[in-house]
C-alpha cells in the first residue's frame, strides 16, 4: 500500500496545458489556491486541505468542519472554515477564531486577513504579533483583499458594501459601493486600477478606482460565486450558482467564453495555474477540474455523474433512503472508507465513539465512553449531536420521527457489519 502511495506521488502533476483532474476528496471543494512553484492547494467540505505536487496529495487535517478558504504564503499555508478557525500548515495550530463560519482569506507579505460571517475581518499579523479586528460592519464579510502594497484592505459583505481600510490604523476609510444585494466574492487589480465584484443577484461588475466608472458583465445566472484573475490580468474567470464559468478579456472588455462548467450544482472555486495555462475550478464534484484556458468547454465537465446518493430514491427502503440523504455526504459504509468529513460507519456497531484510527476525532467524542449500538446510536439523532455529545464535530440535525431512527439504525446494522 505504501509504496503505491509512493509511486502515485512521483507521478507529477500533468504537463499544464492539458486536461486533468485531481482526485481524492470525500467531499465537494469549496476552495483552491495556486502556489508560484506549481503546488496546488484544495479546501474541501470533507474537513481537510489536500496539498498536490502529484496526484496523491498530502492531507492537512485539523479543522474540525467544513473548510471554505486556503491559501499560500511563503512556505506556509493558511486555512479556514465553519469550524471559526484560521490555521497555518505545516501543523494546523490555530493562528486565528472568530465567532462564526470564516468564508474569505487574503495575505499580505505582513498579514492574514479572515472575513467572517460574524459580521468582522480579522488581521492576523504574521509575527504572530497583536491581532486587529476590523468592524463589527453589521452583517456577515464574505471576501476580502489586500491592496498590491499591503496598506490598505478592500472588504464586501453581506450588506452589499464594499468597503476600504487602513490596515495600520484597522479605521475604515471609504465605501466605494452600496450594492443592494450581498457581494460573494471581490478581485483586486492593483496595477490597472480596479476592482471586480461578484454578487447575490447575478451581478458581476468592474470598478475602475481612479475614475469611478462601472462596466457591467451580468448574465442572468445567480449567485456569483467565485472569481479569478489570470497571472497576466487578461483573463477574468467568473464562476456562479447554476455552474456556469464566464471568461472575460480584460484587455478589451468583453466576454470571451461562456460555458456549463458543472452539470450538478455551483461552481464554488476557480483559481488559474501560475503560468496562466489552466483554469482550475471546484464545486459539488469530489474532484478538482483543471481545462486549458485555450479549450475550456470542450473538455469534460465537472458532475457529469450522479452520486451514489442521489441514486432513485424511490427504489431504497426507508432506512437506506435516510442514510442517502442525511448522513451519505459525510460518512462511507466501507472498510477503506473513502474520504470523508465523518469517519467510516463500517463496524460502528460495538465500536467505542472516537476510536477508529487514522480519523481525525474532536476531543470530546475521544474523551466521551460512549459505545455505540442501537441505544446509542437511537439517542444522538433523538437529541441531536449538540444535546448527546456538546462539543462534537457532528453537525447539528435531529431525526423526529422514531420510525426513522429505527429504519436507518436497521440500515447500518445490515450494511456496516464487518466481514468475518
Ligand atoms: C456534515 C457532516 C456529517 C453528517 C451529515 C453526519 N455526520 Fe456523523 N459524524 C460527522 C463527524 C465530523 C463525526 C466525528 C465527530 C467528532 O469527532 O466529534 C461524526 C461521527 C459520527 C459517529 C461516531 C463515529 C465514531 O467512530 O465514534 C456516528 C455513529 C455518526 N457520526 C453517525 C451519523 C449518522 C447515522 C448520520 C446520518 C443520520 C450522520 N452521522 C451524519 C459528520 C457528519
Given at each position: 500500500m505504501r509504496r503505491l502511495a509512493l509511486a502515485l506521488a512521483l507521478i507529477?502533476?500533468?504537463?499544464?496545458a492539458e486536461f486533468f483532474t485531481l482526485k481524492g476528496h470525500g467531499g465537494p471543494i469549496m476552495g483552491i489556491a495556486t502556489a508560484p512553484d506549481g503546488r496546488i492547494a484544495t479546501a474541501s467540505f470533507d474537513n481537510s486541505v489536500g496539498l498536490w505536487t502529484g496526484q496523491n496529495p498530502e492531507w492537512l487535517e485539523g479543522h474540525e468542519a467544513a473548510v471554505n478558504s486556503v491559501t499560500f504564503n511563503g512556505t506556509a499555508i493558511y486555512s479556514a472554515g465553519d469550524d471559526f478557525t484560521l490555521r497555518r500548515w505545516?501543523?494546523?495550530?490555530?493562528v486565528g477564531r472568530h465567532k462564526g463560519k470564516i468564508v474569505g482569506l487574503a495575505a499580505s507579505k505582513t498579514h492574514i486577513a479572515t472575513a467572517s460571517w460574524d459580521g468582522t475581518i480579522g488581521l492576523w499579523p504574521m509575527d504572530g504579533s497583536r491581532p486587529i479586528q476590523l468592524g463589527p460592519t453589521g452583517s456577515g464579510v464574505n471576501a476580502v483583499v489586500f491592496s498590491a502594497d499591503g496598506t490598505q484592505l478592500y472588504s464586501a459583505g453581506a450588506d452589499g458594501t464594499l468597503r476600504v481600510w487602513d490596515v495600520g490604523s484597522g479605521?475604515?476609510?471609504?465605501?466605494?459601493i452600496e450594492h443592494g444585494f450581498g457581494i460573494n466574492e471581490l478581485v483586486l487589480n492593483s496595477q490597472d486600477g480596479w476592482i471586480a465584484y461578484g454578487a447575490v443577484d447575478g451581478v458581476t461588475r468592474i470598478l475602475d478606482?481612479?475614475?469611478g466608472d462601472v462596466r457591467d458583465f451580468s448574465l442572468?445566472?445567480?449567485?456569483?460565486?467565485a472569481l479569478a484573475l489570470s497571472p497576466d490580468r487578461s483573463k477574468l474567470a467568473v464562476g456562479d450558482g447554476q455552474g456556469y464559468i464566464m471568461m472575460i478579456?480584460?484587455?478589451?472588455?468583453?466576454?470571451?467564453q461562456d460555458f456549463r462548467?458543472?452539470?450538478?450544482?455551483?461552481?464554488?472555486a476557480l483559481a488559474f495555474s501560475e503560468d496562466g495555462q489552466n483554469l482550475h475550478a471546484g464545486g459539488i464534484d469530489e474532484a478538482m477540474y483543471s481545462w486549458p484556458v485555450t479549450s475550456l468547454g470542450e473538455q469534460s465537465q465537472m458532475a457529469a455523474t450522479e452520486p451514489?446518493?442521489?441514486?432513485?430514491?424511490?427504489?431504497?427502503g426507508n432506512g437506506e433512503r435516510q442514510f442517502a440523504r442525511k448522513c451519505s455526504i459525510c460518512h462511507s459504509?466501507?472498510?477503506?472508507?473513502?474520504?470523508?468529513?465523518g469517519p467510516t460507519l463500517?463496524?460502528?456497531?460495538g465500536r467505542e465513539a472516537?476510536?477508529?484510527?487514522?480519523y481525525f476525532y474532536s476531543d470530546t467524542l475521544q474523551d466521551s465512553d460512549i459505545v455505540w449500538n442501537e441505544e446509542t446510536i437511537n439517542a444522538l439523532f433523538d437529541e441531536g449531536p449538540d444535546h448527546?455529545?456538546?462539543?462534537?464535530?457532528?453537525?447539528?440535525?435531529?431525526?423526529?420521527q422514531a420510525q426513522d431512527r429505527i429504519d436507518l439504525i436497521a440500515f447500518l446494522r445490515r450494511t456496516t457489519a464487518p466481514e468475518d
Open positions: 507529477p502533476l500533468p504537463a499544464l505545516p501543523g494546523g495550530d490555530v479605521q475604515e476609510t471609504d465605501r466605494l478606482l481612479t475614475t442572468d445566472r445567480r449567485p456569483i460565486l478579456d480584460t484587455t478589451g472588455w468583453r466576454i470571451v462548467a458543472t452539470l450538478r450544482g455551483p461552481v464554488w451514489s446518493f442521489l441514486k432513485n430514491p424511490e427504489e431504497m459504509l466501507t472498510p477503506a472508507g473513502q474520504r470523508r468529513a463500517h463496524g460502528i456497531f472516537g476510536t477508529l484510527p487514522g448527546y455529545i456538546p462539543g462534537s464535530k457532528m453537525p447539528m440535525q435531529r431525526i423526529t
